[in-house]
């Protein structure tokens, strides 16, 4: 079935430090792939998405390429800030309509 | 506005209850979602809608259950069988089809006493 892997947090960073996030995944045919922010006590929102090999997303600083040909879609910035502070999950829609989703990193941007 | 909403924000129940959490949306969406949050983990698919009166179970779905008697309401009930009820409960919903991303309601969480 579809995967998700994303690597494991925390991760802690200086405000200003650039940021990269790996997510791997395994799916049939052509997933759609997301990335998702999760500030504390609330529900997830969208970050950035591609729908196809090549295409970028990008948001907020934020940007992820689709790599058919590594099946990555590693999320990027190149300079946090604090309240970047957040998980972050990596997912896709594969066959059926299903989201599935990575474990999620923790990122702590510090002063 | 348009969007999707969880209630409660906060439940509490005693070991043995059932307890249903709601969940509605103005989206006109024909796919819905229910995940489960442990603390420092990520989200695991409960049960999924695509359409109305359809669902299928994901991949904890064992001590839950839904309904889907209309399209903007996907009420999940946490069964007295589920063994480890405590969580934060979050409910989605989409276009479907595949390809679209999910909007996410705020969560609700279950706490057993």
């Known amino acids: 079935g579809d995967s998700v892997t994303q690597m494991e947090g925390p991760v802690t960073l200086s405000e200003e430090a650039c940021l990269t996030i790996n997510c791997t995944y395994t799916a049939t045919g052509y997933p759609s792939l997301f990335w998702y922010v999760q500030y504390p006590g609330e529900g997830l929102q969208l970050l950035l998405k591609a729908t196809k090999a090549d295409d970028k997303g990008s948001n907020k600083g934020f940007e992820a390429t689709y790599r058919k040909e590594t099946t990555s879609f590693h999320l990027e910035k190149g300079s946090v800030q604090v309240s970047d502070s957040a998980v972050y999950f990596c997912?896709?829609?594969?066959?059926?309509?299903?989201?599935?989703f990575g474990t999620g990193t923790r990122l702590q941007v510090t002063l | 506005d348009g969007g999707i909403t969880q209630s409660p924000k906060y439940l509490f129940r005693k070991e043995g209850q059932n307890v249903t959490l709601s969940c509605e949306q103005n989206?006109?969406?024909?796919?819905m979602y229910w995940y489960r949050q442990d603390p420092g983990q990520g989200l695991r698919l409960i049960y999924y809608s695509q359409i109305v009166n359809d669902f299928q179970k994901g991949d904890i779905a064992e001590g839950y259950s839904v309904s889907r008697e209309k399209k903007e309401s996907f009420p999940l009930t946490v069964t007295s069988a589920q063994k480890n009820p405590t969580a934060f409960y979050l409910c989605?919903?989409?276009?479907?089809?595949?390809?679209?991303?999910?909007?996410f309601g705020q969560g609700t969480r279950l706490t057993v006493v």
């Open positions: 989206l006109n969406h024909d796919a």
């Open positions: 997912a896709l829609t594969g066959t059926a309509s299903k989201l599935t």
């Open positions: 989605a919903s989409s276009i479907g089809g595949g390809g679209p991303e999910a909007f």
